[in-house]
Nanobody
């Protein structure tokens, strides 16, 4: 069982930056960030696999950066040049069966097995 604990959400003005963190009890082969805005489906934002290959949704590419610190079992999402459309609940996700990321989707190649509790990001 993998426990995921997010932190770093909050409110920011358009054009600003936030960094999300996700502390994992174990480090699975692929991890990522999803987001869900009210009335919308949950969507993949960014993912990173064990080889440090990354994938981003087109809506965030060039603005967001996913990274991880293996020594700390921590996943990060640096969000720059934020837009009001980025406002959503952000969830850390772990896939223990995924061997890679899927290009341009912000997702791992297998379904998510574990979710964090979510952290709210509001851009105004």
């Amino acid at each position: 069982h993998v426990q995921l604990v997010e932190s770093g959400g909050g409110s920011v003005q358009a054009g600003g930056s936030l960094r999300l963190s996700c502390a994992a009890s174990l480090y699975p082969s692929c991890m990522g960030w999803f987001r869900q805005a009210p009335g919308k489906e949950r969507e993949g934002v960014a993912a990173i696999d064990v080889r440090d290959t990354t994938s981003y949704a087109d809506s965030v590419k060039g603005r967001f950066t996913i990274s991880r610190d293996n020594a700390k079992n921590t996943l990060y999402l640096q969000m720059n040049s934020q837009e009001p459309e980025d406002s959503a609940m952000y969830y850390c996700a772990a896939s223990i069966y995924a061997s890679a990321v899927v290009p341009r989707t912000g997702r791992c190649s297998a379904a998510t097995d574990y979710w964090g509790q979510g952290t709210q990001v509001t851009v105004s």
